[in-house]
Antibody, heavy 115, light 107 residues
């Protein structure tokens, strides 16, 4: 059974950093591209970042480019999102998802940016 | 980016009803449209991929249709567990984009 379990969320002040992780199981992690998707309270879903299976390709939404870094450790079946210079508008539930067709999702981890 | 518009935003229905949810793309997305079900506090679940491919384990009362810019998700006979939020997602164009969702509630 495919499982994606996010962690690392919480309350952080504007301008600070936070790192999210996603532990994958139930499939060969190194074979799949992965993504972070987010949903702000009361808002729609937004694609944040993607990484190819071997980390050779990454993509970022314009709103996070230069502030967020997606990475992965295939030996540890872990996807990460390093978030810096956080803003109030980054407050959202962050989901780890598999492949560009988003066939599996984690339950999400909440990030709240507030002073 | 391609804009995805879902309608209605809220749909009230009863157990046993047949319901249709709509999703419209701002440009041609061919067949690359997925439907997801999301219950409060749970991970979204993929129901249908590429317009009409029912995922393993999803009941046959769910079906999808459409092409180009207009797509529908039909639930032939609503069951109590179907009352949830449904959203569409296009993956024809990078990055994929999402509809705003339809909340299916009990009448």
């Amino acid at each position: 059974e495919v499982q994606l379990v996010e962690s690392g969320g919480g309350l952080v002040q504007p301008g600070r950093s936070l790192k999210l992780s996603c532990l994958a199981s139930g499939f060969i992690f190194s074979n799949y591209g992965m993504n972070w998707i987010r949903q702000a309270p009361g808002k729609g879903l937004e694609w944040v970042a993607s990484i190819s299976s071997s980390s050779s390709y990454t993509y970022y939404a314009d709103r996070v480019k230069g502030r967020f870094t997606i990475s992965r450790d295939n030996a540890k079946n872990t996807l990460s999102l390093q978030m810096t210079s956080l803003r109030s508008e980054d407050t959202a539930l962050y989901y780890c998802t598999r492949v560009h067709t988003l066939d599996y999702w984690g339950q999400g981890v909440m990030v709240t940016v507030s002073s | 980016d391609i804009q995805m518009t879902q309608s209605p935003s809220v749909l009230s229905a009863s157990v046993g009803d047949r319901v249709t949810l709509n999703c419209k793309a701002s440009q041609n997305i061919n067949k690359y449209l997925n439907w997801y079900q999301q219950n409060l506090g749970e991970a979204p679940k993929l129901l249908i991929s590429n317009t009409n491919s029912l995922q393993t384990g999803i009941p046959s009362r769910f079906s999808g249709s459409g092409s180009g810019t207009d797509f529908t998700l039909t639930i032939s006979s609503l069951q109590p567990e179907d009352f949830a939020t449904y959203f569409c997602f296009q993956h024809d164009s990078w990055p994929g984009t999402f509809g705003s969702g339809t909340k299916l509630e009990i009448k």
